[in-house]
C-alpha cells in the first residue's frame, strides 16, 4: 500500500493558492482513479483505491500546513505504513512553474510542511514530488520562508497564463505518480526530473 499526501490549507481562500499546488494535484489524481477524497481520517480528507492493482490511500490534511507532520504520522501508524510507502506532494519556490522534481530524502529546505513530516515521523526518507510555483522578485536577502512578501506570493493565486501550464505540471505529476507506484521511484526520477513542461 501507498499513501499519497498533498500538501496545502484548508479554507476556500487558500483553495487555489500557489501552497495548495499538492492539494491541486492529489485532487486530479484521485478523479483520474476514481478515488474521491471525502473522508476524514487522522485529521485529513482521505480516500482508498487501487492504481494498477496497488492499494493506495490518498490524504489533504486539513491540519495547515506547518502541523501536516500529526496526521502522516496517524495515518502511517493507522495503516502500519513505513516511510518508503510514503509519497508527499507539495509546491517548491526553488522550481520555476513548469518543473517538477521527484527525490527521496533530503532536507525540507525550509518548505513548513516537509519539515513538519521529518520532525513527526522520525526521518526523511520518503518519497517527495516538488511541484515548482516560482520565486517571488524580492531581493536575496529578503527571500527567507517568513519574508511577508514570500509569504504573500505563496498564499497568492496563479495567473490565467499561469492557470494553462499548471494544468499541464498537474498531469504530469499525476502520470509521474503513477509512475512511481507501478515502476518505483528510480524509474520515476529517471523520466520525469528532465525537463520543463511548457
Not at 500500500?1 to 496545502?8: A, D, E, R, Y
Not at 520565486?135 to 514570500?150: C, I, L
Request: net charge positive; hydrophobic share 35%.
Amino acid at each position: 500500500m501507498k499513501l499519497i499526501v498533498g500538501l496545502g490549507n484548508p479554507g476556500k481562500e487558500y483553495t487555489v493558492s500557489r501552497h495548495n499546488v499538492g492539494f491541486m494535484c492529489v485532487n486530479y489524481f484521485g478523479k483520474q482513479y476514481k478515488i474521491p477524497t471525502e473522508s476524514k481520517k487522522a485529521h485529513a480528507r482521505t480516500g482508498e483505491g487501487e492504481v494498477e492493482g496497488v492499494k493506495v490511500v490518498l490524504a489533504k490534511p486539513f491540519t495547515f500546513m506547518n502541523r501536516s507532520g500529526s496526521s502522516v504520522k496517524e495515518l502511517m501508524r493507522k495503516y502500519d505504513l513505513k516511510s518508503e510507502d510514503l509519497i508527499v506532494v507539495h509546491d517548491d519556490m526553488d522550481l520555476p512553474l513548469g518543473k517538477i522534481r521527484i527525490r527521496v530524502g533530503g532536507s525540507s529546505a525550509g518548505h513548513n510542511g516537509i519539515n513538519s513530516i521529518i520532525s513527526e515521523i522520525g526521518t526523511p526518507e520518503f518519497a517527495r514530488i516538488r511541484v515548482g510555483i516560482g520565486h517571488p522578485e524580492v531581493p536575496e536577502d529578503a527571500r527567507g520562508v517568513h519574508s511577508p512578501k514570500v509569504i504573500d506570493y505563496v498564499l497568492k493565486g496563479f495567473s490565467s497564463d499561469e492557470k494553462q501550464l499548471l494544468n499541464k505540471v498537474i498531469a504530469r505529476v499525476s502520470e509521474s505518480l503513477t509512475a512511481i507506484i507501478t515502476s518505483g521511484v528510480e524509474a520515476a526520477m529517471t523520466k520525469y526530473n528532465a525537463g520543463v513542461v511548457e
